[in-house]
């Protein structure tokens, strides 16, 4: 395995290249998360996700990304479990649904995510939008202190924040955020964000990586991907991990699922990296977590 990232108090340069699937990065509590993932967001629990996950695994995926949401946790445990490989070499992220705030709600909530995956401990566990305001989300993050100390989640994490959000639950609480899970492609490359995270050691994981599917017509990514005999979403992948940033592509297809797995034998220059910054538009393609109305 391949150390990406120590060498900067736990953040990777931009521009650097990450080598393998088996690849990961270290996290400011020195836990380790594999820089691609599995997200299996509108996959159906059961079957499903199921053959989804399998899909992953047996092509080196070491990382599955659901949350309460998605109801297709117990679907996500099931095949982990089936799959034989040891806990260890796996990474499991959960989030908490925003219904769920508070110090003992979220302990429960927790408590139930942990049991529909089957599963001792969860690797990452993440509010899941900041729709609370400070002093509560405050309270979910010591319940999720409280996990972490117990054990049963290895890292703390949180999603959909943006500067401001992060800047409100640092100033409030003692543990910084070993991740941030945002929308993330080159039409929200969200500059400051990038800057406010590296700078703390938060790392940033890309939700959306494949823009929904949505920007596969792009002319200066298909240009790209064409030069380097490479897929759009390949190219989309790629862009996430020279970074910095985890990817966590969702499909339900084995053959996608190992497509978007093969970013590790080629390299995007700088000049290929410049002109998909270009694309920045700040347009998103899911909720704004300026305006949360659920
Ligand atoms: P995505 O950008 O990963 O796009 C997924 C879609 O792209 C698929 O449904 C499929 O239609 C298409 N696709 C995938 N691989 C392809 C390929 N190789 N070629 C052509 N088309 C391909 O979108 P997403 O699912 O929204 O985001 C990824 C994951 O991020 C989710 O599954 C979920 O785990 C997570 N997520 C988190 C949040 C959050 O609020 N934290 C929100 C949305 C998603």
Known sequence: MVETASREGGIAREGQAVGSIR???????????????????LTRDGREVEEAVKAALSCGYRSIDT???????RGVGKAIRESGIPRDELFVTTKLWNNRHGFDSALKAFEESRKRLGLEYVDLYLIHWPSS?????????????????????????????????????????GTVPGVDQVEFHPFLLQRDLLDFCRERGIRLEAWAPLVQGTAFDNPLLKGIAARRRKSVAQVLIRWDLQHGVVSIPKSVR????????????????????????????????????????F
Not at 154 to 173: K, P, Q, Y
């Open 133 to 173: 305001g400070a002093p509560v989300i405050a309270e979910t993050w010591k319940a999720f202190e409280k996990l972490r100390a117990d054990g049963r989640v290895r890292s703390i994490g949180v999603s959909n924040f943006l500067v401001r959000h992060l800047s409100e639950l640092l100033a409030e609480t």
């Open 23 to 41: 690849d990961s990065v270290v996290l400011n509590d020195g836990a380790r998360m594999p820089w691609l993932g599995l997200g299996v967001y």
């Open 254 to 293: 084995a053959e996608r699922i190992r497509e978007n797995a093969q970013v590790f034998d080629f390299e995007l220059s700088a000049d290929e990296m410049a002109s998909i910054d270009s694309l920045d538009a700040s347009r998103r393609v899911g909720a704004d977590p300026n305006h949360i109305d």
């Open 67 to 73: 949350a309460a949401l998605y109801e297709n946790e």
